[in-house]
Each structure stands twice: as C-alpha cells, then as structure tokens.
C-alpha cells in the first residue's frame, strides 16, 4: 500500500510541470511542421546548398530535407534537447528535492527500504518520461500526416526516431539521478539539468563540426545521430551498448549510493 500510495504521490507531485513540457513541445512541433513546404523549396535547397555540409550536420540539417521524414529527424536534434533538460530534471530532484524541501520525513518513517523508496521514484519518472514521449510521438505524427502532402514514408524509421528520443531520455535521467545521489548538495537541479544538456549538446556540434572525434563514446546525442537512423533504419551498434551500459550501470551505482547517504530531514 504504501509502495502505491509513494508512487502515487510522485506522479501527481510532477504532473502540472509535465503537462506544462509536453504541452509546450506539441505547439513547437507542431509550429516547426508549418514551415516544411518553405524548407522542401527548391530556393531553400540552392539556399543550403552554398553551406557548408559540415556546418549544416551540426545543427541537424544534412540530408534531403525536401522529405518529411528527414525533416522529422532535423526537428528531433531540438526535441531531444528539450526531453534531455526534462529527463535529466527529473533525475536532479529525484532525491534532491526530498532533502531541499525537509519532505524526507514523509519518505523514510514509511515501512518501506530505501531501495523500494528509490525504485517507485525510478517508475514514476519512468512514467513522466513515458506520458512526455508518447506526446511528443503523437505530435510528430500529426505534423506528418498534415503537411506531408503525397509523401509516403516508412513508420518503421519514424518509430525508431521517437524510441531513440527515449533513449536519450533514459539516458540522462540516470545521469541526474547519479549526480543526484552522488552530490550532498544542490541549490537548484533545473539549472544544472539545462547547463548539462546545452553544454553536451554544443560539444555534439564540435565533434560533429569535427567528423567524429572520441567525444562521440561519452556524447549521449551522438549514440543515436536522427540522420543515419532516417538513411539505415537501424542505430549504430556502438550508441546501443554504450546507452545500455550507463543505464544499467548509473541505475545501480545510484542505489549503492542511495544506501549508503545520510538524508537530511527536518527531524
């Protein structure tokens, strides 16, 4: 009961700043959608034509943009950036916020371990991530079947597009929940979580702009480049181990540490 009644609280405790993300993403999508037919131009194309193909990579615009399908996947180099903030938040105040707002006294009396404690944070921001992708998925979508025109495109691609966003996604919500129960103190994890994806997500750009330097083993946007899913329909080898090795790794060095941290309360 109390396992539920925790886990019940963790999701309506974040339920008005989901609604706020993923509400706040459709319009965007939804808004980038608009402007496909201008960017399919012919004008457009001679326009990117005389960039730098190097240049234009870096900012997710390589590839026949003329199609709807790669132009899904230079609208994801963004989503992703924004379900990276919102994931890594998550993973920040997962613990954090117990102890920042003296609530760990509602937490650790429960007849539950700390282990348990851990595990229904996991699975209700499991749950935020999820409700956040099938949005974001349902959006994409919509903004396909609308503008397309008589463009036909292979749901396959388009399903592997949404699931690496959530990848990513899972990605760096164990990342802030690592930081999270690694440091003893943080002033405010939205902050950290957007100085952390922004500051990943530049370095992408170098080491795009670069052709792939060894930046690209510990660069979570690099595991799943939305362009070479869109021309293989599969993701690179070397991004799906990585992905699965920190996700398992971070997930249970999280725990270690969990069981080991002196929680603040206001007892």
């Known amino acids: 009961v109390d396992f539920m009644n925790i886990y019940l609280y963790e999701i309506k405790k974040k339920m008005v700043s989901t609604l706020i993300w993923v509400s706040s993403l459709a319009v965007f999508s939804i808004l980038f959608y608009t402007m496909f037919e201008a ?3 012919e004008v457009m194309a001679d326009l990117l034509a005389d960039f730098d193909q190097t240049f234009l990579k870096a900012f997710g615009m390589e590839g026949d943009l003329s199609t709807i399908i790669s132009y899904t996947a230079m609208i994801s180099v963004y989503i992703v950036l924004c379900a990276a903030i919102f994931s890594c938040n998550l993973g920040l105040n997962a613990v954090h916020i117990e102890e ?11 007849p539950v371990t700390r282990n348990k404690i851990l595990t229904v944070k996991i699975l209700a921001a499991a749950t935020h991530m999820l409700l956040f992708s099938i949005a974001n998925s349902l959006a994409c ?3 396909m079947e609308i503008f397309k025109g008589n463009q036909e495109y292979s749901f396959l691609t388009f399903a592997l597009l949404m699931l690496a966003i959530f990848i990513v996604q899972l990605l760096f919500f164990v990342i802030g929940l690592f930081i999270s129960v690694a440091l003893k103190k943080m002033e405010s994890p939205l902050p950290f979580s957007m100085g952390l994806a922004f500051g990943l997500f530049i370095l992408n750009s170098f080491d795009t702009i670069l052709e792939d330097t060894f930046f690209r083993f510990i660069i979570p946007y690099d595991y799943f480049e939305f362009h070479y899913i869109v021309e293989h329909s599969s993701y690179k080898t070397y991004g799906m181990i ?26």
Request: proline share 2%; net charge positive.
């Open 100 to 110: 920042r707002d003296m609530t760990a006294d509602f937490l650790i009396p429960k």
């Open 141 to 143: 979508y919509a903004g």
């Open 242 to 267: 990585i992905s699965l090795v920190l996700i398992v790794s971070l997930t249970l060095g999280s725990y270690l540490l969990y069981n080991r941290r002196n929680i603040a309360t206001a007892m």
């Open 39 to 41: 960017m399919a131009s």
